[in-house]
């Protein structure tokens, strides 16, 4: 049995906040995950399976306080009367079942919410625009409304105390939030107490923490989340100058200070832009100003890293959003010495793109997130095997480890060949672009946990055919009853995706690559055009990739900005700031029309207006074709089939529908939980519905 190793131990103390104590040093920050006031079971599962996991704190999301504060079609918490309650208890029970702490994140969005749902007019310290195109403006709050503003706020730290929570936050996080409008010079312009030097502009973040510290301070602490740097330098609140003084002057008041940076897609930047640990020199000053418990984050999961935090001094507890999502059992595994089997988060930010969809959140290495309530999976325990038979799984790219991995964790007898001498598939490919190196977790995990499965052999190098499959299959030694193809798909080489439902015509004329030809190694010449009609992050990164290599690069897009599907994981403003730096052409709003003898001709998408550009080079980052002819191919032989005694043959991941490498993982782990299981209803899961 594995046992903690000894330099550990300082993470498994426990810290006193205010009337409560933590068990440890884990604490879920605030997260947002597209379930909120909508999907309270389904948020009451995740947040319960986190506690379960070893987190000592596991705090909700943004929870609006108001009517007056509504985030619109967003599935965030809502405490706007007591009919909201019962729905944040059931998070509290399943979070207190486990022996955590409940937090609860109180939030005015001020002029950072349009009032879609509720028609209210919105707030804000002075007359501005609503942060978004809406055609909406705040008006500028009187002594009155800011007397209601704080009335509504101890009102519902109150409701979150009947709810059974055990943190209360007051939230000053971003520039999403009032209490960040009233602190901040660019959207304060009031000439009263509230206005004008830093000390009035703190006022109201004082009194709103005097109220409920006033209000719930007996049973609950009272947290602060603060944005100690803006990363706009003068412009802004920076860590060197305001942020720091907000923390001088407010030190004492709160029972813990969790701090980060501002804004959201700089908090949560992805591993292509910030590694681990990246907001340590802005928030490092805090602990030397307060003797409460400093959080922060920084996407950690090296325990390590964590206790060289502690000790040095930075932080007393350490914050996760994104770790506890990938890995809701990170603190468990480092408790009973499994630290190898902790799934480390890749910063790819499929998490943060739920939230914007207002789905139930998803995540690249953990497929059971978001799933737990509504198909009951759980991130550890899977339900063993229903048969002796054994299975083949073709292929080791993302879908047909994870496939392998579930079905080996059932029990079952698993054969993996993989045709390359890599396991990996397209993740091995990918991870060796700029900027995606922490992808290859998604491998090395499922190749850590494979590896300790004896039920589990691993063939590299071996491309089976058909007959193949057919003779192995009926063989003593490698009997096999099932067959899941996890081959992969390739990129299209004729341009047909979005724009252009027929091949674009002169193909013929120019050289044409695809994404998988450069991660293969071929180099492309002169002038390149990359034509990116998918629109996630594999047109931007080749572009970045290709600059880098010396090119001149033009990007052209149909869509209205670069990578525009990635502002759902808030890295769209990064990946096109990035590549105007690097010098790469960008063409937006236009289609590949046509290809000529060292030219491309583009049309607008709105006008048709034509323009010639010269092109030695053009890659095509368009749709994929499954690589399904195997299975095409035994399907064609059901004679042999029978004869072998096969009794399924199943294509998952991207050989059954090309997707982003999360939904290849999911589509694996689905396979190998339902394999032999009863046959799903006409809605495969369960689902939250309106009762009247």
């Not at 139930?360 to 509504?374: A, D, H, K, L």
């Not at 494979?450 to 058909?466: A, H, Q, R």
């Amino acid at each position: 049995m594995n046992q903690r190793d000894p330099r550990y131990d300082i993470l498994f103390e426990p810290v006193q906040i205010g009337p409560v104590t933590a068990k440890n040093r884990f604490y879920q920050v605030p997260h947002c995950n597209g379930m909120g006031y909508m999907r309270p079971n389904t948020l009451a599962a995740m947040r319960g399976i986190k506690a379960e996991g070893g987190w000592a704190v596991v705090c909700t999301e943004e929870v609006e306080i108001h009517a007056n504060s509504d985030n619109g079609s967003a599935a965030e918490g809502r405490l706007w009367d007591d009919g909201d309650i019962p729905a944040l208890a059931k998070m509290t029970e399943a979070v207190h079942e486990h022996g955590a702490l409940a937090g609860i994140e109180l939030v005015h969005g001020g002029y950072s919410n349009a009032n879609n749902y509720s028609r209210i007019p919105p707030i804000a310290p002075s007359a501005i625009s609503v942060n978004s195109y809406a055609p909406v403006q705040a008006r500028a709050m009187t002594k009155a409304d800011i007397r209601d503003f704080r009335k509504w706020h101890r009102q519902a730290a109150l409701r979150a105390k009947e709810a059974d929570f055990d943190l209360v936050y007051v939230y000053a996080g971003h520039s999403l939030t009032l209490l960040m409008h009233f602190l901040s010079r660019r959207f304060n312009h009031r000439t009263d107490e509230y206005g004008g030097s830093l000390e009035n502009r703190v006022r109201l973040f004082r009194e709103v923490l005097e109220d409920t510290k006033d209000a719930v301070g007996h049973r609950c602490a009272v947290a602060v989340r603060f944005a100690v740097d803006e990363l706009l330098g003068p412009k802004g609140i920076t860590s060197e100058n305001e942020g720091r003084e907000v923390v001088e002057m407010l030190a004492e008041i709160p029972d813990l200070w969790d701090v980060n940076i501002s804004e959201w897609e700089n908090d949560s930047a992805t591993s292509r832009f910030e590694k681990e640990g990246y907001q340590e020199p802005y928030i490092d000053f805090v602990k030397s100003l307060t003797t409460k418990p400093v959080v922060g984050v920084g996407r950690y999961t090296s325990p390590d890293t964590m206790v060289s935090l502690i000790k040095r001094g930075v932080m007393d507890m350490i914050g996760a959003a994104r770790p506890s999502i990938a890995d809701p059992f990170l603190p468990k595994k480092i408790e009973e010495g499994r630290v190898d089997e902790i799934r480390e988060c890749i910063g790819c930010n499929i998490c943060v793109a739920g939230d914007w969809l207002s789905v139930p959140m998803r995540c690249t290495q953990n497929p059971t997130m978001g799933e737990e309530w509504r198909r009951g999976w759980h991130p550890e325990r899977i339900e063993p095997r229903e048969s002796d038979d054994g299975v083949l799984v073709v292929g080791g790219g993302p879908a047909g480890l994870e496939c392998a991995l579930a079905l080996g964790k059932r029990g079952y007898r698993v054969i993996l060949a993989e045709e390359s001498e890599e396991l990996g598939g397209r993740v091995s490919r990918e991870s060796k672009l700029p900027g995606l190196a922490e992808w290859g977790r998604v491998r090395d995990h499922r190749v850590v946990m494979l590896e300790k499965l004896k039920n589990v052999t691993l063939y590299l190098g071996s491309s089976l055919s058909t007959e193949d499959i057919l003779e192995f299959s009926a063989d003593d030694k490698f009997g096999f009853s099932h067959v899941f193809l996890a081959t992969g798909a390739t990129w299209r080489r004729d341009g047909i995706a979005r724009e252009n439902r027929e091949p674009i015509p002169g193909l013929e004329h120019v050289s044409v690559l695809t994404a998988d030809d450069l991660m293969l190694g071929d180099s492309a010449h002169g002038k390149v055009v990359i034509f990116d009609d998918e629109h996630y992050y594999m047109g931007g990164v080749l572009a970045e990739k290709l600059r880098l290599d010396g090119h001149d690069v033009r990007l052209v897009t149909p869509a209205p900005d670069i990578s525009t599907w990635t502002h759902n994981t808030m890295e769209q403003g990064h990946i096109q700031k990035k590549l105007l730096e690097l010098g790469v052409e960008l063409a937006p709003h236009h289609n590949l029309a046509s290809v000529h003898p060292d030219a491309v001709e583009l049309s607008c998408v709105f006008t048709d207006r034509r323009v010639r550009h010269a092109c030695d080079t053009l890659v095509l980052v368009t749709e994929r074709l499954p690589n399904d002819d195997l299975y095409r191919a035994m399907r064609a032989d059901p004679e042999g089939i029978a004869k072998s005694g096969l009794k399924t043959i199943q294509c998952i991941g991207d050989c059954l529908a090309p997707g982003i490498i999360a939904a290849a993982v999911h589509s694996g782990h689905l396979a190998a939980r339902e394999f032999e299981a009863d046959a799903p209803g006409e809605v495969p899961f369960l689902r939250e519905r309106v009762m009247l």
